[in-house]
């Protein structure tokens, strides 16, 4: 996991977060595909995340935050791979 924070006056923060991952299950794992075809083999997956944000002070213990996050997961399976994004904007107390 790689996480930055810039500090750009007393009001404003922009921060990102990168991780990487990747896992192999031990054991044999089966399961349908999309198509209906059943495999039987080891899992194993890739993903990576990315998360972009700025923060903003309203007041002395509250903050507004606004963050964009990217995930893409390539699994051998099929069925668990998946992209993901997500905005969210949300209203802190700290």
Do not use: C, P
Not at 49 to 63: P, S, V
């Amino acid at each position: 996991s790689i996480a930055m924070r810039w500090n750009i006056n007393n009001q404003w923060q922009v921060y990102s977060q990168a991780d990487l991952s990747q896992a192999t299950f031990s054991g044999t794992n089966k399961a349908r595909d999309l198509w209906g075809v059943e495999r039987e083999q080891e899992r194993s997956y890739d993903r990576t995340q990315l998360l972009l944000g700025t923060r903003y002070r309203l007041a002395q213990h509250w903050y507004i935050k606004a963050e964009y996050s990217t995930t893409e997961s390539d699994d051998n399976f099929q069925l668990y791979s998946y992209d993901k994004s997500l905005f969210n904007l949300k209203l802190d107390y700290g």
